[in-house]
């Protein structure tokens, strides 16, 4: 197994924490970092920014459904496979009230999103951010992708 999997799969049992398993993801100095480092060239002319965070918040006013994922902006040429799946930590419910509104989150190209990510050249920081009637739980929820 590779030391990069070890590291996330340290971070997945608790282990270490996101922040921990990126200073260990750097300080491997692994021959993909070269790689990345030539993917992570921004366009002549382009202003790169340096995103450290990709952040889901997914809240209700009432409380009943509250998640806040932090992935660091490095694991995502780790993770770069989870692009297309991040659909799934959205709510079914809310999912099915977005589809309804016309809001079809799976229309969304999260891997050109991850790849203006690593690039930095992103134009704006904010990737999803939509509003829901919950109407088995009477409340609005809100979906916030963004980097920070």
């Not at 270490?16 to 398993?21: L, P, S, V, Y």
């Not at 993917?39 to 998640?67: D, H, M, W």
């Amino acid at each position: 197994m590779n030391e990069q999997l070890k590291i996330l799969e340290m971070i997945e049992k608790g282990q270490i924490t996101a922040a921990e398993g990126m200073e260990l993801l750097e300080a491997l100095g692994t021959a993909s970092e070269t790689e990345t480092k030539s993917y992570l060239e921004p366009a002549s002319g382009t202003v790169r920014r340096n995103y450290k965070f990709l952040k889901i918040k997914v809240t209700s006013e009432n409380n009943t459904v509250n998640v806040n994922v932090n992935v660091p902006i490095r694991l995502l040429t780790t993770l770069g496979e989870i692009a297309g799946k991040m659909v799934v930590l959205v709510p079914s419910d809310t999912r099915r009230n977005m589809e309804q509104n016309g809001i079809d989150i799976t229309s969304i190209d999260f891997v050109k999103i991850i790849e203006d990510l690593l690039n930095g050249t992103l134009d704006d920081p904010n990737i999803v951010d939509v509003e829901a009637w919950d109407e088995e739980h009477n409340t609005n929820v809100k979906v916030k992708i963004y980097v920070d």
